[in-house]
């Protein structure tokens, strides 16, 4: 067997791998569908009860109503998202189902006509899938994140809208007791306020819209904002020069590979962090983590020790050595490295992309070399350019 026939085996396990994977959304779907429905029976039942309230009723039971009536509208507007998203993800999978069933037939075709792709491009690994493929399902991965992305922004995201503006209806109607009801209610449109706030913030995480609008520099400088907010950590950015558009898919692959790799720094919860743009030639990202060392107090030993007793002197260079092994355990404490994984996974994927990426400073520093596209570095000979 062919190192091309075994990669198309391989593809096309991997592409039956996703059967079971679409069975259980299809599952998931169904349970959400029948819990939207019980949801929306039971809000159009609390919402007839609530118009049909009598004069007799009292402030409390009209403020229970229209609480029930804004809780409910609430699950059933995340049930409705929850349902948005499923079938997004099992139009994603299948379309990535598709996409690695179709190179696996083209693999075989190749192989079937005597070329093998695997061995005219030198491939020792036959476990090693060739760039193209790797490309392939990092575009497929993109998409699915991007349909998430829309399905979040267009689903959840409007119908939290609606439940706020919901609230404030309800709270309009019910005057009865207005200090009571006013505080209720008011509560109620806050919660709701910081939900809608935690699903924007997730569609940015996700996939954020913004890098489609206005490119990579808005990107990350929200992206740096953000996280720096929600980890407490001050991080710095910078961008020198004039910022250009690259393809779409490098654009994805830059700003993700920094924020995940920025994520997995601000978890070592270092004291500070940087990001800097520097565009020239070739764009140059530097991610930098830093921990200020510990204190180690000086040495109290005055220079020079020639004349002392053999003894005295084997102390003070005992000392000397113990301060030196203490300074260079709090410079070692306080480096900020990222997990091996993680390095791995990003050194990966920058590879497949045709980037540069190096680990500098103990691990305290990545720095991402990208061609901008149109440039001199882009248009020159790769092998003149590689170190």
């Known amino acids: ?11 096309e396990a991997e592409a039956a791998q996703f059967d079971r994977e679409v069975q259980e959304i299809d599952l998931l779907a169904t349970q959400a569908k029948t819990e939207a429905g019980h949801q929306g029976t039971r809000r159009a039942a609390a919402a007839d009860k609530l118009a049909k309230l009598g004069e007799s009723a009292t402030a409390r039971e009209a403020l229970d109503l229209a609480t029930q009536v804004v809780t409910l509208t609430r699950r059933a507007a995340l049930m409705d998202a929850q349902l948005e998203i499923l079938e997004a993800k099992k139009r994603s999978t299948v379309r990535l189902q598709e996409a690695i069933r179709d190179a696996a037939a083209r693999v075989r ?23 193209a493929i790797s490309r392939l399902v990092l575009t497929a991965q993109e998409d699915l994140r991007r349909e998430i992305a829309r399905a ?38 806050a919660m709701v306020q910081q939900t809608l706030e ?38 710095e950015f910078e961008s020198i020069g004039v910022d250009r558009r690259f393809p779409v898919e490098l654009e994805s692959g ?11 720094y601000l978890a070592a919860r270092p004291d500070r962090a940087s990001l ?26 005055p220079e020079g020790g020639d004349a002392l007793p053999p003894a005295l002197a084997s102390m003070v260079a005992d000392r000397r ?6 300074v260079e355990a709090a410079q070692s404490a306080a480096a900020v490295q990222l997990p091996a994984r993680v390095l791995r996974e ?35 000979d790769p092998d003149a350019t590689t170190g």
């Open 109 to 131: 075709e190749l192989a079937s006509g005597g070329v093998d792709p695997a061995a005219s491009a030198g491939a020792e690994d036959d476990a090693v899938i060739p760039p």
């Open 321 to 326: 050595a113990q301060h030196l092994e203490a």
């Open 346 to 380: 990003l050194t990966q994927r920058a590879t497949t992309l045709g980037l540069t990426l190096d680990v500098l400073e103990d691990g305290g520093c990545l720095r991402l070399s990208a061609p901008i596209p149109g440039s001199a570095a882009d248009t020159a």
């Open 1 to 11: 067997m062919t190192p091309s026939s075994r990669l198309a085996d391989q593809l």
């Open 198 to 235: 935690a699903t924007k913030t997730f569609i940015f995480d996700v996939r954020p819209m913004v890098l489609d609008d206005l490119g990579l520099v808005p990107t990350l400088r929200r992206s740096t904002r953000d996280r720096g907010r929600r980890a407490g950590v001050a991080v």
């Open 152 to 189: 979040m922004h267009d689903g959840p995201a409007q119908s939290l809208t609606n439940i706020v503006l919901q609230a404030e209806i309800v709270e309009r109607l019910v005057q009865r007791d207005p200090k009571l009801a006013a505080s209720e209610v008011g509560q109620l449109v």
């Open 254 to 264: 830059l700003f993700r590979i920094l924020d995940e790799a920025l994520a997995a």
């Open 276 to 301: 800097a743009l520097d565009w020239g030639d070739v764009l140059t990202l530097t991610l930098r983590a830093e921990r200020t060392p510990a204190t180690v107090p000086a040495l109290d030993i």
